[in-house]
């Protein structure tokens, strides 16, 4: 059973950085795309990037492109989202998710496994 569980939320100030991890297990890490999406209260959840099962390939919605980074290290099973001068308006839950298939998908439907979700909140 594919599992994952991201961590690395917490509260922080506007202008601040933050790394969230998320660590595959159950299944080969390198045999999954990676994606990043965040969902506020009310909303659905939002793509903000992806990587490619080897690293090589990115994608990132247009709002935070400069500002996130997305990486992964198979060797350790995990992605990672590097964000940047985070502002009040990242506040959300924050989701990885696992795609069999090696796309750079913006589409929640495409990705088959789901963290847990962690906690991200920006004070002004």
């Known amino acids: 059973q594919l599992q994952l569980v991201e961590s690395g939320g917490g509260l922080v100030q506007a202008g601040d950085s933050l790394r969230l991890s998320c660590e595959l297990s159950?299944?080969?890490?390198?045999?999954?795309?990676m994606g990043w999406f965040l969902q506020t209260p009310g909303k659905p959840r939002e793509f903000l990037c992806a990587?490619?099962?080897?690293?090589?390939?990115?994608a990132y919605a247009d709002p935070v492109k400069g500002r996130f980074n997305i990486s992964r290290d198979n060797a350790k099973n995990t992605v990672y989202l590097q964000m940047n001068n985070l502002k009040p308006e990242d506040t959300a839950v924050y989701y990885c998710?696992?795609?069999?298939?090696?796309?750079?998908?913006?589409?929640?439907?495409?990705?088959?496994?789901w963290g847990q979700g962690t906690q991200v909140t920006v004070s002004s």
């Open positions: 159950g299944r080969p890490f390198n045999h999954h795309a």
């Open positions: 990587i490619s099962r080897g690293g090589g390939r990115t």
């Open positions: 998710a696992a795609d069999p298939w090696d796309r750079l998908s913006d589409k929640t439907y495409d990705y088959n496994y």
